[in-house]
Structure formats: structure tokens, C-alpha cells
């Protein structure tokens, strides 16, 4: 792997998940996991991960080859930093398992911020027993199942504070 890119000021615009058609032709900025890498030559695409869903990221040797060559250098699990055009996928090429599969991200830089090791199971699988989950724990978190229990808890403790906020009463926690 190359040397890794400092963030400095960059921000992200969007979240993967978040991605419609209603974005084409708006320029993103986009932060996350390579959850896939598949390489055709002169394209290599990658599904972007992060903690709204993925997004199919095109990195095309003729339109940006500097990005296109470090996008061959992907792993999974590797944490990059991608900004890009949102353009409409072919009709026959869209992906109706993604909420962003009809739309695809044309890259035009690539930041990789840090790469990874293999990791000990694969992330969108079941199959890791709940001892290998729990000794890499930081790793279960970001499974899909997980990402959205986080959300739901962090909703719940709101309502829960709104709730007590409206009828008088104070949150007192303990440890």
C-alpha cells in the first residue's frame, strides 16, 4: 500500500446509503469502508461501506488514472475518503438490493487514510462464531445488523430525554 492521505479540512457531504437520483450531477464528498473491490482493467469499482449503506464507486483509467491506479491498490475494510460525481446507473445495470442502486459515484480523487489488515471474518457474515465477534469487537460494529441497533438505541435515549424534558422530570444516571 502507498503512503496514506491526511483528512485535513475535508468533510463529507453525503452518506452512501443516502444517495438518489435526485443527487445526479451533484459532486460528493464521501467517507468510509471498502466493503468490495472488483477490477475490470481500465474500470475498477468498489462498494463504499459506511454506517447509512453502500455505494458502487467507478474508477475509470482514462477519465482520472492516478485515482484509477491507487483503486487497484484497495483491500477491504480499507478507509477512504472518495470525492466524486453522482451519475445515473445504465437501466440495465442497476442494482435493486442497494437503496443507492440506482446511481453510481464517479470518482474523481481518491484518500486512502488507512488501510487493513485481512480481517478475521468477513463483515457482512454470519458464519464468525460470537467469541472471534466479541475479541474484535471494534470490527462487529461495523456489521450492518449492529449499525442499525446502535441507531436504534441512540433514538430510543432521546425520546426517552425528550419525554422527560417536556413533563418536568430530570435524568439523573448513575454508574
Known amino acids: 500500500m502507498s503512503t496514506l492521505d491526511s483528512l485535513g479540512n475535508l468533510k463529507r457531504t453525503h452518506y452512501s446509503g443516502e444517495l438518489r437520483p435526485e443527487h445526479a450531477g451533484e459532486v460528493v464528498r ?12 481500465p474500470l475498477t469499482f468498489i462498494d ?16 482520472n488514472a492516478d485515482a484509477h491506479r491507487r483503486a487497484k491498490e484497495l483491500r477491504n475494510e480499507n478507509v477512504v475518503a472518495i470525492i466524486g460525481k453522482v451519475l445515473m ?7 435493486p ?11 474523481m480523487e481518491l484518500y486512502i487514510l488507512n488501510d487493513a489488515k485481512t480481517p478475521p471474518f468477513e463483515i457482512d457474515s454470519n458464519k ?25 438505541r441512540h433514538k430510543a435515549a432521546i425520546a ?3 419525554y422527560l424534558d417536556e413533563h418536568g422530570f430530570y435524568e439523573i444516571e448513575t454508574p
Open 89 to 95: 446507473r445504465d437501466k440495465d445495470k442497476l442494482n
Open 128 to 152: 464468525a462464531s460470537e467469541e472471534v465477534r466479541l475479541n474484535y469487537r471494534y470490527l462487529d460494529l461495523r456489521r450492518e445488523k449492529m449499525q442499525y441497533n446502535i441507531g436504534l
Open 97 to 107: 438490493n442497494l437503496k443507492s442502486g440506482r446511481i453510481e459515484v464517479k470518482a
Open 160 to 162: 426517552v430525554r425528550h
Open 48 to 63: 463504499l461501506r459506511d454506517r447509512e449503506g453502500i455505494v458502487q464507486v467507478v474508477f475509470d483509467e482514462e477519465k
Open 30 to 41: 464521501l467517507m468510509g469502508w471498502v466493503h468490495k473491490r472488483r477490477d475490470f482493467g
